[in-house]
């Protein structure tokens, strides 16, 4: 299985490959959401891998990725340097950076950090702040809080809110259950105290601040990368590229991963970032 020792964290990672031996591809590493893992890229990997590297990390704590859970503390400092280790680690200098929902947080957080890593970052259903409050007055749990629907098992929570996380009017019969079920597999613990760290991040004040191209891919109905959130990330980093999906919600990396996909290629195209 491979992984990388990092920080006191086994972090576990696919790298996928599939590019002419003679060849030096450009990576995209994809790195996934709250409480989820890299399987849920499973769409994007034949799509890209005959083109370029396909890096997956599970983020420390969540999916193969093991740390005992009473060392597990969520941290911006921690989660940007298992990043940047991981890279050292695979002798990756730089990536195109792709996130869906928290993982984009995290790569507008990696980015800010080391813009020299990345080439390109690319937000999917991204916030620079989670509306909890909104969020949660929308899908309410009936144990009162979604941190006391955590403490029951991560899958519990997701039952009851996997409509925040997927455009259920679009999404395949299959693919919400197994959405649960996987999210199901993270330690109730760590997906109390993730999810009470997420609460706390509001990138807004640095918006400004990003020297790294950035594409921003959101539904125009997500609950959570809203349209006030969108338009303010189109104003604010500088250069940005916003495409907005009419009539869907949150999701549109699993929903519509072809059409994210060729997005990107033409982004990275027009701004010259990558040899296509």
């Not at 003679?22 to 890209?48: C, D, E, I, M």
């Not at 400092?77 to 298992?82: E, G, N, R, Y």
């Not at 909890?132 to 009936?142: G, I, L, N, Q, Y």
């Not at 996380?165 to 597999?185: F, N, T, V, Y």
Request: with cysteine.
């Amino acid at each position: 299985m491979p992984t990388a020792h990092i920080n006191g964290a086994d972090l576990y990672y696919d790298l996928e490959d599939f590019t002419d031996p003679w060849t030096k591809p450009a990576t995209f590493l994809l790195q996934h959401g709250f409480s989820r893992n890299g399987r849920f890229w499973y769409k994007w990997v034949p799509l890209l891998s005959g083109q370029f590297r396909v890096l997956r990390p599970d983020m420390r704590g969540l999916g193969r990725s093991s740390i005992p859970p009473d060392q597990y503390r969520p941290a911006t400092d921690t989660f940007v340097s298992d990043l940047s280790g991981l890279l050292d680690h695979l002798k990756i200098d730089k990536v195109v950076y792709v996130g869906e929902s928290f993982g984009g947080v995290l790569g507008l957080l990696f980015a800010h950090a080391h813009p020299e890593r990345v080439h390109a970052l690319v937000l999917t259903s991204t916030p620079f702040r989670v509306p909890r409050e909104e969020v949660e007055a929308k899908f309410p749990v009936k144990e009162g809080s979604a941190d006391a629907a955590l403490a029951k098992g991560v899958d519990n929570w997701s039952r009851q809110t996997i409509g925040q996380r997927i455009d259920l009017k679009l999404a395949p019969p299959q693919l919400p259950e197994w959405w649960i079920s996987e999210m199901g597999k993270t330690i109730p613990e760590n997906g109390v105290k993730l999810h009470q760290y997420i609460a706390t991040l509001d990138f807004s004040p640095r918006l400004k601040e990003l020297r790294v191209p950035t594409l921003v891919l959101a539904g125009e109905n997500s609950p959570i990368a809203t349209p006030q959130q969108v338009a303010l990330m189109r104003s604010e980093i500088p250069g940005a590229k916003v495409v907005t999906f009419p009539g869907v919600g949150h999701g549109v990396h699993a929903l519509m991963p072809e059409k994210c996909i060729q997005e990107i290629l033409t982004f990275l195209k027009e701004r010259a970032i990558l040899p296509l």
